[in-house]
């Protein structure tokens, strides 16, 4: 990777669980650019693929025609996704994991997205839409 900070990603598609298997791959293609151990690419593309899921489930209920970018930068010491969408504003607060001792099928993107991610925070709102920045740093 480059000293200076560097786009490597940035896609727009459908919020649409059909679409997750596109940006898996796309995702996938581009960190295999990046010197990773293969088991941390493949979890990087779990949190993000978790945090599509999430805004897909419950920011676009039901409105598959609704958009979401995704953009990758690399800058020194880290790896920075920033997932945007246009849905209402959400109350940060109210992104959660759920207890792990619910056993019980799905709800469980916030912790791996916070399992795997060293940062996971949302930027300001204004009016509509969100934005999401998850942060890995590595290491040179």
Known sequence: MREADESLLSIEF???????????QQLSDCLEH???????????????????????QHA??????????LRLLAEP???????EDDAPCIDPASVTPRDL???????????????IM?????LPCHGRGNRLELVKRIER
């Open 14 to 24: 459908a919020a649409s669980p059909a679409q997750l298997q596109t940006l898996r």
């Open 34 to 56: 990046v010197d990773l151990s293969q088991a941390l690419k493949e979890q990087l593309v779990l949190a993000v693929n978790e945090a599509c899921m999430n805004i897909i």
């Open 60 to 69: 676009y209920p039901g409105n598959p025609g609704e958009m979401i970018r």
């Open 77 to 83: 010491g880290r790896l920075r996704f920033l997932l």
């Open 101 to 115: 001792a619910d056993i019980r099928p799905g709800g469980l993107g916030v912790h791996f997205i916070r399992e």
């Open 118 to 122: 060293d940062e996971m925070r949302f």
